[in-house]
């Protein structure tokens, strides 16, 4: 059993421990000690990691025995820690920004999860702290003014600067008290109290004040399995994921030369010109493709139109439809890039399977395709157009 220093003092940064046990499990080494306070992976709070003697702490995880595995590399500079052995004392430094951020994040959640139970009697399913954003799982869906007034909330409390403490009590005791949710757990519950706020059975590491939350903003939301998922940020995740926004908005009001309130309008007016612009130029290129179909038309011999072009497989498709839909024309049209596109399409009035032609040219220089009778298409054939053309010209006229 490994006495959990971060339980009494979440603040703790760097500590001296006496070492329990080193396993070498696979590829990883474990270490336990017997005091830590590098915070293992629970209660949707991901672990701590830092240093520990000639060690670095890439994970910390909970063990069945109720110790706490620290999963250890070497650092750099360090020989790999073979001098160091079971009884040792070594070292500890937790990460502390990293350890900051999960506080701020954490205490945020039972703040806003406070709020909307005490402004809707809306509950917390579950609760996930991510490494850019973290997420809150609530009971049913909420609306927009519902959520906007239970970040306001959660923000009133946060300003107030309150106090958030630590206490020990019995299951017994617990039963008396008005926590937000029922514990998981029977015996000595660790409580997580939000000054006239919020009260909570919780092996967490918080803040001592609201203050330092700094803030909570709720930055999206969508239906989940029955309820809504919020996703949310406090403190220095929400600075960051503001200042990326301010950039945003910054860039595209010089590119547009609007104000930030005229984007909405600006980016609408945007892509209604695009879509008549796709329009303009779809048309366009219908034309354009009724000309050139016209001109591979005239290029026909014995009702057979083979030409290699420098074009996609779109475009192969709509010009080989274009010919193929006027009477007595077999069309084979291959790019000229490789390995080769290729598309065959024939006339209604034409005795030629355009899929089974295709699948004799797939055959001879190899790719994939399919397709059928009417027009069939394909790639990866490994061949010159002039080869691949004069292969289908054969195929077709036998």
């Known amino acids: 059993m490994t006495n959990r220093l971060y339980y009494n003092d979440p603040y703790l940064r760097v500590f001296d421990a006496s070492i329990s046990s080193i396993d070498q499990r696979e590829t990883r080494l474990i270490v336990t000690l017997d005091s830590t306070a590098f915070y293992p992976t629970s209660g949707g709070q991901p672990f701590d990691t830092g240093t520990l003697g000639p060690w670095r702490v890439i994970e910390t995880v909970d063990q069945d025995d109720g110790a706490i595995g620290h999963i250890v590399e070497p650092l750099p500079a360090a020989d790999g820690g073979s001098h160091v052995t079971v009884g040792d004392r070594v070292h500890g430094e937790v990460d502390w920004p990293r350890r900051f951020d999960h506080m701020q994040q954490h205490t945020g959640q039972h703040v806003l999860s406070a709020a909307f139970e005490r402004l809707f009697s809306v509950r917390t399913v579950s609760f996930h702290l991510g490494a850019e954003a973290s997420t809150i799982d609530l009971a049913r869906e909420v609306s927009v003014?519902?959520?906007?007034?239970?970040e306001d909330q959660a923000n009133r409390i946060v300003w107030e600067d309150r106090s958030v403490t630590i206490r020990y009590v019995t299951s017994e005791e617990a039963?008396?008290?008005?926590?937000?949710?029922?514990?998981a757990r029977e015996g000595t519950l660790r409580l997580i109290e939000v000054g006239d706020f919020d009260l909570s059975?919780?092996?967490?590491?918080?803040v001592?004040?609201?203050g330092a939350i700094g803030v909570i903003t709720v930055t999206a939301w969508e239906r989940f399995k029955g309820g809504y998922r919020l996703e949310f940020l406090c403190g220095a995740r929400a600075l960051n994921r503001f200042r990326a926004s301010r950039d945003t908005v910054s860039s595209l009001v010089r590119l547009l030369s609007v104000t930030p309130n005229e984007l909405p309008d600006a980016t609408a007016r945007l892509l209604a010109e695009a879509r008549d612009q796709k329009r303009t130029i779809a048309g366009l290129q219908s034309e354009l493709a009724a000309f050139r179909a016209a001109e591979l038309a005239a290029s026909a011999v014995d009702g057979f139109v083979g030409r290699s072009l420098d074009a996609d497989a779109g475009t192969l498709k709509a010009l080989a439809a274009a010919v193929s839909a006027r009477s007595?024309?077999?069309v084979v049209l291959v790019s000229t890039r490789q390995p080769a596109l290729v598309v065959v399409a024939r006339s209604a009035d034409v005795p030629v399977d355009a899929d089974h032609l295709l699948a004799a040219l797939l055959a001879r220089f190899g790719g994939r395709g399919g397709g059928k009778p009417a027009i069939a298409q394909g790639g990866g054939l490994q061949g010159s157009p002039d080869a691949i053309l004069a292969a289908a010209r054969s195929l077709a006229s036998a």
Do not use: I, S, V
Request: charged content about 20%.
């Open 145 to 150: 003014a519902e959520l906007a007034a239970a």
């Open 175 to 183: 039963a008396r008290l008005p926590l937000r949710k029922e514990p």
């Open 201 to 206: 059975a919780c092996g967490g590491t918080h």
């Open 208 to 210: 001592a004040r609201t």
């Open 328 to 330: 007595g024309y077999t």
